[in-house]
């Protein structure tokens, strides 16, 4: 009898959880997100990533609010999922949120995701993060590829010579997108990837993107690439700064 009671206390906290992410009150269901921690807990490690994880996976629509807050909460997660080696586990749900509508979701996402990129294995970021950045590159909505831009500098140094083209291959893309709001996510990156990336393909890959980029059409594009202009700057020797910048 006493097991079959500490099986209903421990199915408890997701039934919770369950009931306050679907009730009409929006501060209840953000309630119930701020209190996820808690719930992991209460869980254990195996249930959160079977159960938890999951049951947000699917449940992502809803209010801004609430949105951002899983947003941060999944950032912190480690943890809560076993540590760096199930770290991977988080990255469905904030591969959703990277793509919803608004803004400050998709950027407190990539900033989570950007977090948990440090604590993959340099094969947990081939094998899971990199094919996540590749995904939201090829996205087909503009929100997908604007996000996609902030990660690349995150898993670069870290992956094999051949995973490292296929990374500038993608990120020169976006760089040459037909949405602006790419193209400006692409330039406001740029001199952060720049400092990841290895000096003979900063000059053959990026700068050319960089002089692309400095003669588009619009002027907040070209704006954020005369800030990329000074990272690069920083980057070449003195005699090459002349040639290339």
């Known amino acids: ?130 094919p996540l950045v590749k995904r939201l590159s090829a996205g087909d909505w503009f929100t997908s590829r604007t996000s996609a831009c902030g990660l690349f500098a995150v898993c670069y140094p870290r992956v094999s010579s051949s995973v490292k083209a296929e990374l500038r291959q993608h990120f020169r893309n976006l760089g040459g997108d037909d949405t602006p709001m790419v193209r400006r996510a692409a330039a406001g990156k740029l001199g952060d990837f720049a400092k990841a990336v290895e000096i003979e393909y900063l000059k053959s890959d990026l700068i050319p993107l960089f002089t692309a980029l400095a003669q588009d059409e619009q002027d907040s594009v070209r704006l954020l690439d005369v800030e990329a202009c000074v990272s690069i700057a920083s980057l070449l020797p003195p005699d090459d700064v002349e040639q290339y910048v």
Do not use: W
Request: glycine letters at 4%.
């Open 1 to 130: 009898m006493a097991s079959s009671e500490t099986t209903d206390e421990s199915l408890y906290p997701i039934a919770v959880l369950i009931d306050e992410l679907r009730n009409e009150d929006v501060q209840l269901r953000l309630n119930s997100i701020k209190k996820l921690s808690t719930i992991a807990l209460a869980l254990g490690v195996e249930r959160t990533r079977s159960e938890l994880i999951p049951f947000l996976t699917d449940t992502i629509y809803d209010e801004d609010e609430v949105l951002l807050a899983l947003a941060e909460q999944l950032g912190n997660f480690t943890p809560l999922v076993g540590g760096p080696e199930y770290v991977h586990c988080l990255l469905p749900p904030l591969e959703s949120l990277a793509t919803v509508e608004e803004t400050v979701v998709r950027d407190k996402a990539v900033e989570s995701l950007r977090n948990i990129a440090t604590q993959h294995s340099p094969a947990d970021l081939e094998n899971h993060f990199v």
